[in-house]
Each structure stands twice: as structure tokens, then as C-alpha cells.
């Protein structure tokens, strides 16, 4: 069942086209990671779909319900859960306090204090430092926090804008462990923008690749990695 | 020692109208990143509210003979409603507008409010009397205290305390915590964008309100300017508590506010006319040391 249809998609900022009309679909429970370049589109694409930026033209439909336009608070509360590049973490708030606006939208208490002990089970670190400001956490928990807070949303799809930016190979290692037994624990579909295809490919799932705005190559990530174009579209040989 | 007390008590009470104007301030600079100058001219307006519109120096009492627990509440309510409203007509209008273009049009909605008032109350100062009462001194500690100084302080301590309940214990505290943070961030975990804002809207309205009857009691006068000198050192007192600091903008009022009086207090006489100089010139001496003002969230900043 698609949980996520885009459809010929269109973002410019000003006078530069970020998106060229994208289409894509995410079925339920599935992993898409989405590659590229700087500059490609990719970012945009996550800003798109959660309303953060509009598309000037196409249409974006969250389990069959249309979302083109909507305002960010209403595309979450579809059960879309972006966690942005840069790791937004509320410094001035409480790690508690960071997963509490996570789950503001969700009516079942018990069911949020339950998960909430599941996020502190997943992530020890946190619940050590419960009370503490988020924003004196290093990059790495701050990842892990905003991962955690995004999990708070209850989502039915989450997208991670480069969860290994800036992180140290261990570190990503853990995210990634964490993600893929998540996936597995919640039937939580993932789009993931990241830059190294290698761990796509570890991980598994389909794999799309961006380029100047467009999706010029899409398929299994196992292939895809082993795929010479992959390497043309970061190093602009070829013909495009 | 009694004259000590004194000043202590002129500088808290001093303090805490700034300390309830940064707030009106922050809280909508917090979650909108808007400076609003019109806040002065909204405190203006809730006083004039309880007099009926008239030409006459003398003013014609309208609401302002309710009871007081009439009276305060009515007046609150103009006060979250003219702010809420000024949101709705004004400041949504330009919510991806950047700040300075923001700030503009607050300029212009205080320049609407305060032309109104001219129109419907002329521009001369009329004379109101609220609880004549609370003008009579109460001994505190050996010395003689205007109540109204007392009643000033525990309302705004009572005000401080209250707010901070609701910051920091309520969901909707919560949220607007987390929109000050991160306004983008908070809309994409579910947090509704304009009812973040109105709230802020309606608290500041409300602080306003309550900074007018605290003023029209002091001084007995509804005056069409009464709210630009406050306005500005409340405006002042963000910027030194850190811009979007809520307990630095309170702490930096109170700060201003002991400041003013202490300068009045301890200068030659033949300075204290310019003591707002010397107020002012401290503020600039804060902000030459420390230019992100004195409580700036270190939290805040993220560590890469």
C-alpha cells in the first residue's frame, strides 16, 4: 500500500529550481534512501514533503489523503515525522521536555508514557540526563535525541535529512542499528537522505538518486551502489 | 535605614512595571520574532477603554466605576482582544516578513491606535481615579510605603509566578517554549503555528492591561502617550536580558528599573534631570561588554 505518493513536484527558491518535477511513491513498512550530490535537491525534497517549503506545482498525497499546501503542523499530524538536517534539537528545553513536544499532538497519555520509556530504553544516554538542557548534548546525542523525539510523534513514515553528517563512524553505526530494529519493531516506513551509498546499501531497501533537481536513477541500493552512473552523478561525467 | 527601605521599595515596584512590559515584549518576540511598538500604545488604549470617548478635560467614567473584580478582568479582556485582534488584521499578514519589516509595521499599527484615541478623546490628558485607596502609605517595616508600590510588586510577582506555571507545566507552556526555540522544528512535530502566536498575543494583551491600570492608578491620568516611555525601556530591557531570553527581558526590567532609582537617589541634584542619561548610558556600557545582553541563553547555542 503506498503510505507516500509525490507527484511531478516542482520547488523553486526565487529565481533557482531546487526540485524538477519529482515523482515518488513509498509503500508501507518499505526503507527508500534517497542520494546525490550537494545541491541535488535532496533536502528539499524532505522540506517539501513536510510543508516546510511550497511546491509550486505537483502533488503531494500522504496515505491517499492530499497534502499539497498544508501547513507543516497538519502534514505531521498525518503521521509524517521529519527529523531535519542540523539536528534541531530545542537547546533551551529539557531532553524530557524535547520528547514531550514530540508526542504534544497525541491524545493517548499512557500510550506516550510508555514510549516515552521505550525511547529512554533505546537511548540510556538520555534518560541519565533527563533534566538536562539539550542543547549542551553533543552531536552525537543530539542525534540521537531528535531521533527520539521524532519516534515521540508516534509517525507512520520518518524521514532522517544525513542522520551520519557530522557523526563519528561509531556513532553512525549505533543510529543506524537503531533505525533498522526500529523498522522492524513499529512497521515504520524510513526515508533517509544520505550521502554515502555504502550504508544504504548495508542497510538495505530501494535507493533513489538525485542530480540537479531530478531523480536520474532508482533501484535496489545493493545494485545501485555497484552502478557506474552512481559515481558519474557525483563527479558530473556523463551526459548530464 | 527607613530611607534605604524606600528605595528599595521605588526600585521593585519601578522594576516591576518594566519587569511586566520586557514581558509583554518577549513573549511575542519569543515565538514570532516581531518587536511589537505598538505595545505602548495598546497599554494607552486599555486605560481610555474605561472612559467613555469625549473631548473634555474632564473625563466621563465608563467602565473604570465597575467593582474591581469587574473592572480587571473587562479590562484584561480588551487588552487580550485588542492584541489578539492587531494579530489577526496586522502582524499575520507579515509572519515571512523579516523582522524589520515587522517591527515597521508595529510602528504603524501604534500610529493607528494612538490617531484613534486622539480622535475619540482629543489629545489632553484627563484625570481618572481608581481606587484612591491604594495611594495611602502602608508602614512597612518602620517605613511609609504607598500601598500601591506593595499591591504593584505582589501583582507582578503573582504575574511572574503564574507564567511560569504555565511555561513550564503546561502543554501549551511547553509548546510555546519549544516555538521560541525552534518556531519551523515545532510545526513539524504538530505544535499549530497560529495558536502558539495568539496565545503570546493574548498574554502580552493582557500584561498590557494590567501595566494600564497599574500606570492610570499611579498617576491618575489617562494620557494618549502614557505607554511610549515604558514601551521603550521594556524594549531596551529585552535587548540587555538577551533577546528572546523571557526571564533575562524580566530580570533586565528589574535591573533598569533599580537603576533609575538609584541614580535618582545617590546623583548631585543638579544631575538628576539627567538621570534617564545615565540609565541609558549604563545600558550602553552592558551592551559594549556583553552585546548578546546579559542572560542570552548558553543552552541555546548548539555545540557542533
Known amino acids: ?240 | 535605614m527607613t530611607e534605604l527601605l524606600q528605595i528599595v521599595f521605588d526600585a521593585l515596584s519601578l522594576g516591576s512595571l518594566y519587569a511586566l512590559g520586557a514581558l509583554g515584549i518577549a513573549l511575542i518576540f519569543g515565538v514570532m520574532r516581531l518587536v511589537n511598538f505598538a505595545h505602548g500604545d495598546f497599554i494607552a488604549f486599555c486605560v481610555f477603554a474605561m472612559l467613555w470617548p469625549s473631548i473634555n478635560a474632564a473625563a466621563i467614567v465608563f467602565a473604570g466605576n465597575l467593582p474591581f473584580y469587574l473592572l480587571i478582568p473587562l479590562l484584561l479582556l480588551v487588552g487580550a482582544a485588542l492584541s489578539v485582534l492587531s494579530e489577526v488584521i496586522v502582524f499575520r499578514r507579515f509572519r515571512n516578513a523579516n523582522p524589520a519589516t515587522m517591527m515597521i509595521a508595529s510602528f504603524a499599527l501604534g500610529f493607528a491606535i494612538r490617531n484613534f484615541l486622539l480622535m475619540m478623546y482629543s489629545s489632553r490628558p484627563k484625570s481618572i481615579t481608581l481606587w484612591p485607596r491604594l495611594s495611602l502609605p502602608v508602614e512597612v517595616l518602620g517605613a511609609r510605603i504607598p500601598m500601591l508600590q506593595v499591591v504593584t510588586i505582589i501583582i507582578t510577582l503573582v504575574v511572574l509566578a503564574a507564567l511560569t506555571v504555565f511555561l513550564k507545566r503546561t502543554r501549551y507552556g511547553l509548546e510555546m517554549r519549544a516555538a521560541a526555540d525552534n518556531f519551523t522544528m515545532a510545526r513539524m512535530l504538530g505544535v499549530r503555528a497560529n495558536g502558539v502566536i495568539l496565545l503570546a498575543f493574548a498574554i502580552s494583551g493582557m500584561l498590557a492591561a494590567a501595566i494600564g491600570l497599574i500606570l492610570a492608578t499611579n498617576s491618575g491620568t489617562a494620557d494618549i502617550g502614557m505607554g511610549a516611555n515604558l514601551m521603550l525601556i521594556a524594549f531596551i530591557a529585552t535587548v540587555i536580558g538577551g533577546l528572546g531570553s523571557v526571564p533575562g527581558a524580566v530580570a533586565a526590567g528589574f535591573l533598569i528599573g533599580g537603576a533609575s532609582v538609584v541614580f535618582q537617589a545617590t546623583l548631585p541634584h543638579d544631575a538628576r534631570v539627567f538621570r534617564d542619561a545615565f540609565v541609558y548610558g549604563a545600558v550602553i556600557v552592558v551592551l559594549l561588554v556583553r552585546p548578546q545582553g546579559l542572560f542570552a541563553p548558553k543552552s541555546a547555542k548548539q555545540r557542533v
Not at chain 1, 540526563?129 to 523525539?149: F, K
Open chain 1, 1 to 240: 500500500m503506498t503510505l507516500l505518493a509525490v507527484n511531478d513536484v516542482t520547488v523553486r527558491y526565487g529565481r533557482l529550481t531546487a526540485l524538477r518535477g519529482i515523482t515518488l511513491t513509498i509503500a508501507e513498512g518499505e526503507v527508500l534512501f534517497v542520494t546525490g550530490p550537494n545541491g541535488a535537491g535532496k533536502s528539499t525534497l524532505l522540506n517539501a514533503i513536510a510543508g516546510v517549503v511550497p511546491a509550486i506545482s505537483g502533488s503531494i498525497a500522504i496515505d491517499g489523503a492530499e497534502v499539497t499546501g498544508a501547513p507543516p503542523e497538519q502534514i505531521a499530524r498525518r503521521g509524517f515525522s521529519l527529523v531535519p538536517e542540523g539536528r534541531n534539537v530545542f537547546g533551551t528545553l529539557t531532553i524530557e521536555e524535547n520528547l514531550n513536544v514530540g508526542a504534544g499532538m497525541r491524545a493517548d497519555k499512557q500510550q506516550v508514557a510508555r514510549d516515552l520509556e521505550s525511547v529512554y530504553h533505546e537511548f540510556p544516554m538520555l534518560a541519565e540526563r533527563r533534566h538536562a538542557a539539550a542543547g549542551m548534548l553533543s552531536g552525537g546525542q543530539q542525534q540521537m535525541l531528535v531521533i527520539g523525539r521524532a519516534l515521540m510523534a508516534a509517525p507512520r513514515l520518518m524521514a532522517i535529512d544525513e542522520p551520519s553528517l557530522g557523526l563519528a563512524p561509531k556513532i553512525i553505526d549505533q543510529v543506524y542499528e537503531i533505525l533498522v530494529r526500529l523498522r522492524a519493531q513499529r512497521r515504520l516506513t524510513l526515508l533517509i537522505v544520505e550521502q554515502s551509498s555504502t550504508r544504504a546499501m548495508m542497510t538495505g531497501g530501494r535507493m533513489i538518486l538525485m542530480r540537479g533537481g531530478r531523480i536520474v536513477l532508482e533501484g535496489e541500493a545493493g545494485d545501485m551502489v555497484k552502478d557506474e552512473r552512481l559515481k558519474q552523478a557525483y563527479f558530473g561525467f556523463g551526459d548530464h
